[in-house]
């Protein structure tokens, strides 16, 4: 039982480039987030899923996109990465009441 | 709107010695709180959670917290720091239980001196 996995661990981009950060949990949860960690300031949410098929944003979305391209699998994609963007990324997932449950991160940076 | 805020960036306290890591929450309806331990390069591990049954909740590791309303803290508390304790932890808080997408504080780093 793998939990959420996150691809790839590490990615180093120029500024402008295009990608996108996979995460597939296999925890049959409905719920799916995208987080970014950046040195004292904790982590902030990008965007959310609450089901299959719907995608929201969080507090700092700008510069991101969202799929939920079913239950299992939550992609974020930078359309044209910027500096600002150099951050870890962290996926999670829950279900009802459950906490969430995170992946070990793609650490992100933007020269 | 709800917020939490984690007194002291970095705490340093000798093993054997009482850990204390305070964490203050701001939400306009009942909260939801957790504690999450983050190792060097993993993810967030869930510590312990309040949900509105017992104020005082344990947790992994011989972890604690207590729930005060009337300070609207949820520090979490060990009795004896070891070694292994060393590691950042994150204070967080949601009042959104369908959604469950936490805020969380700005993490504070346990040095644990030998």
């Known amino acids: 039982n793998a939990g959420v996995t996150q691809n790839p661990k590490f990615q180093v981009l120029k500024t402008g480039q295009s990608m996108t950060l996979q995460c597939a949990q296999d925890?049959?949860?409905?719920?799916m987030y995208w987080y970014r960690q950046d040195p004292g300031m904790g982590l902030r949410l990008i965007y959310y899923?609450?089901?299959?098929?719907?995608?929201d944003k969080g507090e700092v979305p700008n510069g991101y996109n969202v799929s939920r391209l079913n239950k299992r699998e939550f992609s974020l994609r930078l359309e044209s990465a910027a500096p600002s963007q150099t951050s870890v990324y962290f996926c999670?997932?829950?279900?009802?009441?459950?906490?969430?449950?995170f992946g070990n991160g793609t650490r992100l940076t933007v020269t | 709107a709800q917020s939490v805020t984690q007194l002291g960036s970095h705490v340093s306290v000798s093993e054997g010695a009482l850990v204390l890591l305070r964490c203050n929450y701001s939400?306009?309806?009942?909260?939801?709180l957790f504690w999450y331990v983050q190792y060097p390069n993993q993810g967030l591990q869930l510590l312990l959670k309040?949900?509105?049954?017992?104020?005082l909740v344990k947790g992994i590791n011989g972890f604690e917290a207590e729930f005060k309303k009337s300070e609207t803290s949820f520090h979490l508390t060990k009795p004896s720091a070891h070694m292994s304790d060393a590691a950042e932890y994150f204070c967080?808080?949601?009042?959104?239980?369908?959604?469950?997408?936490?805020?969380f504080g700005s993490g504070t780093r346990l040095q644990v001196q030998p």
């Open positions: 899923s609450a089901s299959e098929g719907t995608t």
């Open positions: 309040y949900t509105s049954a017992a104020t």
């Open positions: 999670a997932s829950s279900d009802g009441g459950s906490p969430l449950h």
């Open positions: 925890m049959n949860h409905n719920s």
């Open positions: 939400s306009s309806v009942p909260p939801y």
């Open positions: 967080a808080v949601t009042s959104d239980t369908g959604r469950r997408a936490l805020t």
